[in-house]
């Protein structure tokens, strides 16, 4: 099992900047790649970037691509999602989630075992 915990959504004005944090317990043995996903009211969860626990670089979606950056603490349990110029279409809950899958790095909601409860980042115009 592993326990997946985000924090540092909130409230910002267009073109602002948040910092997102996912904090894993339990059996984080670095054979994860840990996502980070989004969901806004009536949308499907989508892919925002993922990086597999054990090294490498991280992998977006295009439109995160040069506003946001993730990133892995020196602590080696967290990992974070910097957001900058951040626009009202990105309101949304925001949720780190565990996959056992490391021979690529995951995209899709399926491919991933464990999920937190989200943070909710809104984005005011």
């Known amino acids: 099992q592993v326990q997946l915990v985000e924090s540092g959504g909130g409230l910002v004005q267009a073109v602002g900047s948040l910092r997102l944090s996912c904090l894993a317990s339990?059996?984080?043995?670095?054979?994860?790649?840990i996502g980070w996903f989004l969901q806004a009211p009536v949308e499907e969860r989508e892919f925002v970037a993922a990086i597999n626990w054990s090294g490498g670089n991280p992998a977006y979606a295009d439109s995160a691509k040069g506003r946001f950056t993730m990133s892995r603490g020196n602590a080696g349990n967290t990992v974070y999602l910097q957001a900058n110029n951040l626009k009202p279409e990105d309101t949304a809950v925001y949720y780190c989630?565990?996959?056992?899958?490391?021979?690529?790095?995951?995209?899709?909601?399926?491919?991933?075992?464990?999920w937190g409860q989200g943070t909710q980042v809104t984005v005011s115009s």
């Open positions: 339990g059996r984080t043995s670095r054979s994860y790649a």
């Open positions: 989630a565990a996959s056992p899958v490391v021979s690529f790095t995951p995209s899709r909601p399926a491919d991933y075992d464990y």
